[in-house]
């Protein structure tokens, strides 16, 4: 079965960088692009960017550029999320989730699976 | 970046009672919207994908219909396991935008 495994809650002080990793199984890896959302209390989702498992091509979204960076170990089946000089606005809860094929038009595609989430805390 | 208005924020109803979900883009998505249910501390989970192609295993009684800008989540017959919230999505375009979610509480 697909699964999107990531690594535990992080307590970051201000200006510190986070990775936060997503393991993934069940499927062949380089099929899918991956997804980073996060979710902060009370606020809507907010899509980060995807990678593409193929060549580890990114796009990010215009509000992360510059400080975040999406990555990919096909030896390990694992994508990560960097996040640098972290504030308090950046305190949520962060998921990877699996949208559209990698080899396909990514436009019009929808999240099937995703992670558990990773709790990251930006507290001095 | 594509506007997502979700509407209402949250809503109070029965088991048994129909309620509707609006999503309005700022623009045409050519169908490419997204309805998620999430329940409290687990992770979202597709509902309903390209406007209104049901996800594997979601009862019938959810429905996700619209065109263009307007969008609408139906559920015809509210049941215990359905409070919770709902958000809709955009993948027309990156950045792939949600709704500010509406949580659907029990009366």
């Known amino acids: 079965q697909v699964q999107l495994v990531q690594s535990g809650a992080e307590v970051k002080k201000p200006g510190a960088s986070v990775k936060v990793s997503c393991k993934a199984s069940g499927y062949v890896f380089t099929s899918f692009y991956i997804h980073w959302v996060r979710q902060a209390p009370g606020q809507a989702i907010e899509w980060m960017g995807r990678v593409n498992p193929t060549d580890g091509s990114t796009t990010y979204s215009q509000s992360f550029q510059g400080r975040v960076t999406m990555t990919r170990d096909t030896s390990t089946y694992t994508f990560y999320l960097d996040v640098d000089n972290l504030t308090s606005d950046d305190t949520a809860m962060y998921y990877c989730?699996?949208?559209?094929?990698?080899?396909?038009?990514?436009?019009?595609?929808?999240?099937?699976?995703w992670g558990q989430g990773t709790l990251v805390t930006v507290s001095s | 970046d594509i506007q997502m208005t979700q509407s209402p924020s949250s809503l109070s109803a029965s088991v048994g009672d129909r309620v509707t979900i609006t999503c309005r883009a700022s623009?045409?998505?050519?169908?490419?919207l997204n309805w998620y249910q999430q329940k409290p501390g687990k992770a979202p989970e597709r509902l309903i994908y390209v406007t209104s192609n049901l996800q594997s295993g979601v009862p019938s009684r959810f429905r996700g219909s619209g065109s263009g800008t307007d969008f609408t989540l139906t559920i015809s017959s509210l049941q215990l396991e359905d409070f919770a919230t709902y958000f809709c999505?955009?993948?027309?375009?990156?950045?792939?935008?949600f709704g500010q979610g509406t949580k659907l509480e029990i009366k």
């Open positions: 989730t699996r949208g559209g094929y990698s080899f396909a038009h990514p436009s019009g595609v929808s999240y099937d699976y």
């Open positions: 623009q045409n998505l050519n169908n490419y």
């Open positions: 999505q955009q993948t027309y375009s990156t950045p792939h935008t």
